[in-house]
């Protein structure tokens, strides 16, 4: 399915990008009151880091992803889970039936679609009652190799920016009517990565890609230049994954 940013190109490195906190999924499970059976819809479900994570939990998960490639290593991973099934569609026409599922998630998703188009669409597709929820891993700035990083982009990109990926959501979910109240929901993440598949998922990142543009690939090389350069094989990076979710009204 085409869309406004093709991931084609970065569905295999999508692949080493850390899974969300397990306290996080945890939380929003408790808070959503999701039991095993329950169907649930994975919106942008990607390479199936969420996916999984909301099948391990016995939930019937519905997968839905636009891009071929991406959806082609999801099924890949999801293959031996008979409690997930895969679509292609997008946040804003997911192609579901009417009021179906007890929960509808964006992870690391809800940033490239028509954010108030998206909420409809999760109204349409909900049970009354049921919940909508989104989030993103932040890797911790604050961290010595991280901040190194974070200072080799702007060196290529000095106005270089996240987006609303970084944004607090609460506005955009009040702002469409929809929703009961806004629920904040945070977890840590201690992701150990090979040097090698460090430099790997930074070519999945679509932001830095978009922004840099052509000289995208001497970003990477130079990031790679300086993980290769620390003289370790695997490297700590934290995160924190940062997560709204709220109750559909009615």
């Not at 040097?195 to 052509?214: F, K, M, N, P």
Request: glycine share 10%.
């Amino acid at each position: 399915m085409k869309t406004e940013w093709d991931y084609t190109e970065l569905a295999d490195a999508y692949l080493q990008r850390p899974d969300y906190a397990e306290s996080a999924i945890d939380d929003l499970v408790r808070l959503a009151g999701v039991k095993p059976g329950d169907k649930v819809c994975d919106v942008g479900a990607g390479v199936a880091h969420l996916t999984l994570m909301l099948a391990r939990r016995g939930l019937e998960v519905v997968a839905v992803e636009p891009n071929d490639a991406m959806r082609g290593n999801g099924i890949v991973r999801t293959r031996d889970l008979p409690n997930v099934a895969w679509f292609e569609g997008t946040g804003e026409a997911t192609g579901q039936p009417d009021h179906v599922y007890k929960m509808v998630t964006f992870g690391s998703s809800f940033n490239v679609t028509d954010r108030p188009a998206a909420l409809r669409e999760t109204q349409r597709i909900l049970v009354p009652g049921g919940w909508f929820a989104c989030m993103w891993n932040h890797r911790d700035l604050d961290d010595p190799v991280q901040a190194r990083i974070e200072a080799i982009i702007r060196e290529f990109v000095p106005g270089y920016g996240y987006g609303t990926r970084r944004e607090d959501q609460t506005e955009v979910i009040e702002q469409s009517g929809l929703f009961r109240e806004v629920h904040r929901i945070q977890g840590s993440v201690l992701h150990h990565q090979g040097v090698e598949d460090c430099i790997e998922a930074w070519r999945s990142h679509a932001t830095l890609q978009r922004q840099v543009g052509e000289r995208f690939g001497e970003v990477v090389e130079a990031i790679a230049a300086y993980v290769r350069g620390l003289g370790v094989d695997r490297i700590p990076i934290p995160y924190v994954t940062n997560m709204w979710a709220a109750q559909l009204k009615g």
